[in-house]
């Protein structure tokens, strides 16, 4: 009996660890588009999956006026989230990045995708965050706020804790958060730095769960 070829299992098995590294742009002009997704301590990607869930109630909630919509991604990481935001024709998408070589990836995607819109810093998202919100001073205004800010932060760091507070300040009125965590946010056990702030969407995949934040009125 004549033996089979290992060859087809091995290209295949190579073709299954290169679509591991990226991940693609779910909808707009962009849609389709791979990103890739660097080998980074901290760098989780947003599932597809959960990207298309997520952009689904952005979409009902902003009424599909993206064009009105301004970002802040403050742990962009491949950019999945903030690509995908500029794709749909949000007006502006600040993405804050500490990785040295994920910042370089980053714009290497924006230079080959022409996205003008997009402005990419490296930084601490703590620090960056503190220093946006210093250019609003005391002013409660909407110039130069965010309609929509995306939270990805590495888990079991108390990123959250650390940057939610000023998110609020760079937040419009009315402005929403999207949070990944490692744990529900709309439960009892949840953390005391949400008491300022109500899940209007919440959802899980796996170990992931994903919501949308919006700060009380009263708060």
Known sequence: MQKKSAKPAIQKRRA???????VRIIGGQW????????DAEGLRPTPDRVRETVFNWLNHLFDGAWGQVACLDLFAGSGALGFEAASRGAARVVMI????????QLQATQEKLRATQVSIVRGDAGASATSL????????????????????????????AK????????????????????????DESAPQWMAGWQVIRADK???VFYHLLQRKIDA
């Open 16 to 22: 299954q660890a290169s679509h591991a590294h990226q």
């Open 31 to 38: 849609k389709r588009t791979p990103l890739p997704v660097l």
């Open 97 to 104: 990045e500490a990785n040295a070589a994920a910042v370089r």
């Open 133 to 160: 919100l210093a250019r609003f001073g005391d002013a409660r205004t909407d110039d130069g706020r965010f309609q929509l800010i995306f939270l990805d932060p590495p888990y079991h760091q108390d990123w959250l």
């Open 163 to 186: 940057v939610l507070p000023t998110c609020a300040g760079l937040l419009a009125d009315g402005g929403l958060v999207y949070v990944e965590a490692e744990q529900a946010l709309d």
């Open 205 to 207: 995949a796996g170990m």
